[in-house]
């Protein structure tokens, strides 16, 4: 589970900045608390929900720790090219590096995990273990400014001659600009708290932005029969006027989606491959995945969504694409095996959402919530998301330690703030003080008649 996050100097991020997941003192809504059985003793919150004005930074929230999990799984090469992260609008901001930390908690503890980069060296990295009130280094690491990296370990993991001689290989292995979580990978497999750490990245923490996509969903609608159902049920449930959902196979020499060329490419590599057959493949199109199932006759079909729709004084469903249906449709489509996820699987979930409002109704992303809050129970669940929507700004909902503001000031720096700051009364309408601008981070607009055009008009 996610325990703090902060950032500084990335972005609009001038200064520290830090969400926390830690819950306040509040009686509410006992059941968004999922308590520690372990040695930090920490009560741990099940949602985050970040509000502020267009451009006041939430994104950039979400972007900064999307770039520091991309970072630490490798995905962002520096090498590819410096990419300059840094708060840009203060000269001493642009000499200094950005900073990220992470705490955590993981099946084998709780742990401190950060780092700084300076957009072409990691200048320091530092892992600890978290402990009744206490911090235990696991590492220490600095690259000084000749690209030379020395790291500290605990002076009690370096026993035994294996256990230093991994020490030493990982150092040695460990460019300026990359990550030791990252390129240790030997050193991972024998000491458990990177291990845990890096794992927290690769299969807890899932980032979604508003142009996010799920790819190849087709295939586990298509095999796995509980989560067909589960799918189906909810996309039913949530009024988008569907009915039925199914997948249409169509052969590969009928798939328009995907060129001549291509199509026999992929007969080819079956027909010469080795490997067994019902198996599936992808195929990448620009911004589209076309899954591809090949069967046990090494028939080769492409997988594509069908929505059904009922007919009046009509038995049968008449079938769309995907495509046809609303924006707000094909969103669910991408949301709804977040909310599964999180509410069927025992395995530790954090899903940050940026924009979940985006392209729903009000309604619907308050019953988003709800349905995330009233049905997690203890399971090691957390929903953190950025939103407009100020029908979620409600008591009855969230507790007052779970709703934040981003708000940027005129030289472009952007903050970050807990409603507990303000600590209002349970009966309050949050909502209507929010946009009366009590809580600040909502737009300030001067009198439209201002506009040079309106007044000529």
């Known amino acids: 589970m996610l325990i703090r996050f902060s950032v500084t100097n990335c972005f609009s991020f001038r200064d520290r900045v830090e969400i926390s997941m830690v819950a306040g003192q509040g009686n509410e809504h006992q059941e968004h608390i999922v308590a520690s059985d372990g040695d930090d003793q920490l009560r741990l919150l099940k949602t985050c929900v970040i509000y502020g004005a267009n451009a006041s930074g939430k994104s950039n929230l979400i972007k900064a720790m999307s770039f520091a999990q991309d970072f630490i799984l490798g995905s962002y090469k520096p090498e590819r090219g410096d990419a300059d992260f840094r708060f840009r609008f203060d000269r001493k901001s642009k000499s200094n590096p950005s900073e990220f930390q992470f705490e955590v908690r993981c099946e084998s503890g709780s742990y401190i995990y950060g780092f700084e980069f300076d957009s072409s060296r990691v200048c320091s990295e530092w892992l600890y273990e978290i402990s009744a009130g206490t911090e235990r280094p696991i590492f220490e690491r600095v690259t000084d400014v000749n690209d030379q990296v020395a790291v500290d370990f605990d002076g009690e993991l370096a026993v035994g001659e294996v256990r230093s001689e991994f020490l030493d290989e990982a150092v040695a292995e460990t460019s300026p600009n990359r990550l030791l979580l990252t390129q240790a990978t030997k050193l991972r497999e024998v000491l458990s708290p990177l291990r845990s750490v890096y794992d927290w990245f690769d299969h807890v923490l899932v980032t979604f932005f508003p142009d996010t996509t799920l790819k190849g969903l087709e295939i586990p609608f298509k095999h796995d029969e509980e989560f067909n159902t589960d799918f189906r049920n909810t996309i039913r449930l949530l009024d988008f006027g569907i009915d039925d959902i199914s997948i249409k196979e169509i052969d590969i020499d009928d798939e328009t989606r995907i060129s001549a060329e291509v199509r026999d490419e992929i007969k080819d590599d079956v027909l010469e491959s080795d490997e067994e057959p019902d198996?599936?493949?992808?195929?990448?199109?620009?911004?589209?995945?076309?899954?591809?199932?090949?069967?046990?006759?090494?028939?080769?079909?492409?997988?594509?969504?069908?929505?059904?729709?009922?007919?009046?004084?009509?038995?049968?469903?008449?079938?769309?694409?995907?495509?046809?249906?609303?924006?707000?449709?094909?969103?669910?489509?991408?949301?709804?095996?977040?909310?599964?996820?999180?509410?069927?699987?025992?395995?530790?979930?954090?899903?940050?959402?940026?924009?979940?409002?985006?392209?729903?109704?009000?309604?619907?992303?308050?019953?988003?919530?709800?349905?995330?809050?009233?049905?997690?129970?203890?399971?090691?669940?957390?929903?953190?998301?950025?939103?407009?929507?100020?029908?979620?700004?409600?008591?009855?909902?969230?507790?007052?330690?779970?709703?934040?503001?981003?708000?940027?000031?005129?030289?472009?720096?952007?903050?970050?703030?807990?409603?507990?700051?303000?600590?209002?009364?349970?009966?309050?309408?949050?909502?209507?003080?929010y946009l009366q601008g009590r809580f600040g981070a909502i737009p300030i607009i001067p009198s439209l008649n201002n506009l040079d055009w309106l007044v000529e008009a």
């Open 279 to 433: 198996r599936y493949g992808f195929v990448r199109k620009k911004d589209e995945v076309i899954p591809i199932y090949i069967g046990s006759e090494n028939e080769i079909k492409s997988l594509r969504f069908q929505t059904g729709h009922k007919v009046q004084q009509y038995d049968q469903h008449e079938w769309l694409e995907l495509y046809d249906e609303s924006d707000g449709t094909r969103r669910m489509f991408d949301l709804v095996p977040a909310w599964l996820d999180l509410l069927n699987t025992d395995k530790p979930r954090v899903y940050v959402i940026d924009e979940l409002d985006r392209r729903l109704h009000a309604i619907l992303s308050y019953k988003l919530l709800q349905l995330f809050l009233e049905n997690s129970g203890t399971r090691q669940s957390q929903l953190v998301v950025t939103t407009h929507e100020s029908t979620i700004l409600d008591l009855k909902l969230l507790r007052r330690d779970e709703i934040w503001f981003v708000e940027k000031d005129v030289s472009g720096v952007s903050t970050v703030y807990s409603l507990e700051e303000f600590t209002p009364s349970y009966g309050k309408d949050i909502a209507k003080g």
